[in-house]
């Protein structure tokens, strides 16, 4: 079962970053969920798997949108790409993005959960979102089926020490440290720790981390 690190907790007024941004209704904002492909998949399907727009999406990634037939360019299996996120209140903070997705053959709550979603939720979530109690994780889902999947994302205030940015819901794989994730997102360790309230810059495989991104919020 996946482990999400993003928790709401109280707000610390000393670091802008950890101050949760209230909402109410059908307030949302903008972040990214980091995504691996599990196949060769077309721009399109992966922008349509997310209810994305392709758009927004390869300018997330920047790719070159304005080349011909650029929606139907193939993508690598095993590419990571963000993609582009309306992240909706729930209880009182920003913190979650419902896709829509219908059952193909040979689907499973599991499958979907590890493989079609790389771990950005999990079975057990997909299976309480869709009131599916007494479903087998590894049981094929009837075809056609529409499910609900809910995916984390994260705002908080907009800003990482009063610099905007954008935030990155990120799976944690085999091989990752903290010290590393936050390298390459050029962000620190402490920045990393506080957004996630972390009591230790440790992270295991499939935990799931708020990354911010200095200067991409829009």
């Known amino acids: 079962m996946v482990t ?20 109410s209704g059908s307030d949302w904002c903008s972040a990214l969920l980091g995504y691996t492909l599990y196949a060769d998949m077309k721009v399109s399907e992966v922008a349509a ?12 990634n920047a790719f070159d949108f304005a080349a011909p037939g650029a929606a139907h360019r193939i993508l690598p299996m095993g590419l990571f790409v963000r993609v582009p996120a309306r992240c909706a ?29 790389a771990g950005l939720a999990s079975a057990d979530q997909i299976r309480d979102e869709n009131g599916l109690a007494s479903a087998d994780p590894d049981a094929p889902l009837d075809v056609g089926r529409e499910l609900v999947v809910p995916l984390p994302c994260v705002c908080f205030n907009s800003s990482d020490n009063n610099l905007p940015a954008m935030y990155l819901s990120y799976v944690v794989q085999v091989g990752d440290t903290v ?7 050029a962000t620190t360790v402490t920045d990393v720790m506080n957004v996630n309230a972390m009591g230790s810059p440790v992270a295991a495989p499939g935990d799931i981390l708020a990354i911010p991104l200095p200067g991409t919020y829009h």
């Open 4 to 23: 999400v690190l993003v928790s709401v907790v109280a707000p610390r007024v000393a670091e802008s970053k950890t101050t949760i941004e209230p909402c």
């Open 49 to 60: 798997l997310f209810g994305s727009d392709p758009a927004g999406f390869m300018a997330a």
């Open 89 to 117: 209140c729930a209880g009182g903070v920003r913190k979650s993005v419902s896709v829509r997705y219908a059952a193909r053959p040979a689907d499973t709550l599991a499958a979907l959960a590890d493989v079609v979603f």
């Open 179 to 185: 010290p590393a994730i936050a390298a390459t997102y």
